[in-house]
């Protein structure tokens, strides 16, 4: 007999924390149409309107013509294309680390780091929220997972340095560098001097600030000014600010030659196709020759927060494009979510398990590609949802 699965489904929904997909006509932009419905879309990652760019999908087709469309086989075997070799050079250069390695998503280039460099009995160190995928690694790598407080670096050196180093045991520090469900930045600087004293590596998944901060859009080790000594590890995704898909890993010469050696899910799949390579060159170039993206995106962010600081508005300590709005119970916030919805725009309700439990929020994500009216139009309507039940 197989279990029921009814019964699970049917809970989720009378806690109001069942899922479903809307299904988007079109291109990643602010205006959407969705499940045939015109809308204003403040919850998309793609941060500077690249996903869409003229130059993006010339370059995508222009990609295509040169290698077809599927990348036939592993990077190992013979998928791997001037193209994604390019790029690696490229990622390299813009990171400032001596190399880069290609994975096809970013949820795979996590497993792979944490399955290639961790033993069963290793220790490794997570913030309490990081990324669903930085989770999952611990598990597939085996090691012993200690979940240190969120952002919380005295919390860190306390554990550390309640466990003895072992001879032969790896230590491992990993944190999203923005956090993707609150949009603040973990304290890396700290981290990076903890993992200097304690020996362990360090690790940080870069997803939400590669392209977003930093003077080049280098992400959030450019801002804070941390080299390759000092964050060994940096994993960044092609999928969000990059506007295309996939995701990398840069850092020393022997880290990437590691990962090449032993990263199962490098090794075991299919190379991401070198049209996207040849996109993701291009959305680069832009990245660092329009720097005015960044500043719209920045000032964008100010009037949404000072906007909702009117509107009394609960939000998080972030400075980044990730603004959510803490409402509380789940309920609630599936209630704002569908409000604004009638109203055409379409803001996420996030809840537990992602976000912890009384902690649901909106959560709103602003791109280079809205305008301060558009921004004005959802403050209004947020308005108009304060006070409310
Ligand atoms: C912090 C973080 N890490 C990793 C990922 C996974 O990246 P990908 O979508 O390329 O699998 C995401 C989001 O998807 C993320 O937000």
């Known amino acids: 007999m197989t279990r029921d699965l009814k019964a699970p489904l049917q809970a989720l929904r009378n806690e109001h924390r069942y899922r479903s997909r809307r299904i988007l006509e079109g291109p990643q932009q602010p205006e959407q149409v969705?499940?045939?419905?015109?809308?204003?879309?403040?919850?998309?990652?793609?941060?500077?309107?690249?996903?869409?760019?003229?130059?993006?999908?010339?370059?995508?087709?222009?990609?295509?013509?040169?290698?077809?469309?599927?990348?036939?086989?592993?990077?190992?075997?013979?998928?791997?294309?001037?193209?994604?070799?390019?790029?690696?050079?490229?990622?390299?250069?813009?990171?400032?680390?001596?190399?880069?390695?290609?994975f096809s998503t970013g949820y795979m280039a996590n497993l792979g780091v944490a399955q290639a460099l961790l033993r069963r009995g290793d220790r490794l160190f997570e913030d309490r929220l990081n990324h669903a995928s930085l989770i999952d690694a611990a598990m597939i790598s085996g090691a012993r997972?200690?979940?240190?407080?969120?952002?919380?670096?005295?919390?860190?050196?306390?554990?550390?340095g309640k466990t003895a180093r072992e001879e032969d045991r790896e230590?491992?520090?990993?944190?999203?560098?923005?956090f993707s469900m609150d949009g603040n930045l973990a304290p890396l600087e700290a981290l990076a001097s903890l993992a200097d004293t304690h020996g362990c590596w360090l690790m940080a998944d870069d997803a939400h600030g590669i392209g977003v901060l930093g003077e080049r859009g280098a992400g959030t080790l450019e801002h804070l000014g941390l080299s390759q000594d000092q964050v060994p590890i940096l994993m960044g995704?092609?999928?969000?600010?990059?506007?295309?898909?996939?995701?990398?890993?840069?850092?020393?010469?022997?880290?990437?030659?590691?990962?090449?050696?032993?990263?199962?899910?490098y090794i075991y799949t299919t190379a991401m196709p070198a049209a996207v390579a040849e996109a993701t060159?291009?959305?680069?170039?832009?990245?660092?020759?329009?720097?005015?993206?960044?500043?719209?995106?920045?000032?964008?962010?100010?009037?949404?927060?000072?906007?909702?600081?009117?509107?009394?508005l609960e939000l998080m300590e972030s400075t980044t494009p990730i603004?959510?709005?803490?409402?509380?119970?789940?309920?609630?916030?599936?209630?704002?979510?569908?409000?604004?919805?009638?109203?055409?725009f379409l803001v996420p309700a996030i809840r537990p398990p992602t976000v912890p439990q009384g902690r649901a929020r909106l959560r709103v994500t602003l791109s280079a590609t809205h305008?301060?009216?558009?921004?004005?139009?959802?403050?209004?309507?947020?308005?108009?949802?304060v006070g409310k039940p």
Request: glycine fraction near 12%; aromatic fraction near 6%.
């Open 237 to 265: 995704t092609l999928g969000k600010a990059l506007g295309t898909s996939g995701a990398f890993v840069a850092g020393p010469e022997d880290l990437i030659e590691t990962l090449i050696q032993s990263a199962r899910t």
């Open 281 to 312: 060159r291009a959305s680069l170039r832009i990245v660092q020759q329009e720097p005015e993206r960044r500043g719209h995106l920045r000032d964008l962010v100010v009037q949404f927060r000072e906007g909702s600081g009117q509107l009394g």
């Open 34 to 102: 969705i499940d045939g419905r015109p809308v204003l879309a403040f919850c998309s990652n793609d941060y500077l309107g690249l996903a869409n760019h003229p130059r993006v999908i010339q370059a995508f087709r222009q990609g295509v013509e040169a290698y077809g469309v599927g990348a036939g086989a592993a990077h190992l075997v013979n998928g791997h294309t001037r193209a994604h070799h390019a790029l690696e050079d490229e990622l390299a250069a813009f990171t400032g680390r001596d190399r880069a390695l290609l």
């Open 171 to 178: 230590t491992f520090i990993s944190t999203d560098a923005v």
């Open 371 to 385: 305008s301060r009216a558009q921004v004005d139009g959802l403050l209004q309507a947020l308005g108009g949802l």
């Open 323 to 344: 603004q959510p709005i803490v409402v509380g119970a789940s309920e609630r916030a599936v209630q704002w979510s569908d409000s604004l919805l009638q109203q055409g």
């Open 145 to 160: 997972l200690s979940r240190y407080h969120h952002a919380d670096a005295g919390d860190l050196a306390r554990r550390l």
